[in-house]
Nanobody
Framework: EVLVAESGGGSVQAGGSLRLSCATS?????????VAWFRQAPGKEREGISC????????YLADSVQGRFAISTDNAKRTVYLQMNSLKPEDTAVYSC????????????????????WGQGTQVTVSS
């Protein structure tokens, strides 16, 4: 079973930065997977904002975070990072990490149905 756990959320002022971490374990094939970040703001639908996959190295960033966020991975630590810069109040949400046992899941905008394993979520609050 794939295990997923997020960390790194918190409260920052607008313009600040945070780095979220998604620790994973248990992929069927250690070099064939996708990991995505979703967020859900109060009263809004869950939004897929980024994903990364191996072995193809594909990445995706939604227009809403393009140029401010970056996704990366430390393969040795089996951890995926979401570096969030120039944060805005509208970035306030619960951020969740999700994983799939296939690199095919990361082909564009992450969709909930593509990912089988989810973390508990971490709160990010950006104040103006």
């Amino acid at each position: 079973e794939v295990l997923v756990a997020e960390s790194g959320g918190g409260s920052v002022q607008a313009g600040g930065s945070l780095r979220l971490s998604c620790a994973t374990s248990g992929f069927t094939y250690v070099d064939d997977w996708s990991v995505a970040w979703f967020r859900q703001a109060p009263g809004k639908e869950r939004e897929g904002i980024s994903c990364i996959s191996r072995p193809d190295g594909r990445t995706y960033l939604a227009d809403s975070v393009q140029g401010r966020f970056a996704i990366s991975t430390d393969n040795a630590k089996r951890t995926v990072y979401l570096q969030m810069n120039s944060l805005k109040p509208e970035d306030t949400a619960v951020y969740s990490c999700a994983a799939a046992n296939s690199h095919y899941a990361c082909t564009g905008v992450p969709a909930v149905y593509q990912y089988d394993y989810w973390g508990q979520g971490t709160q990010v609050t950006v104040s103006s």
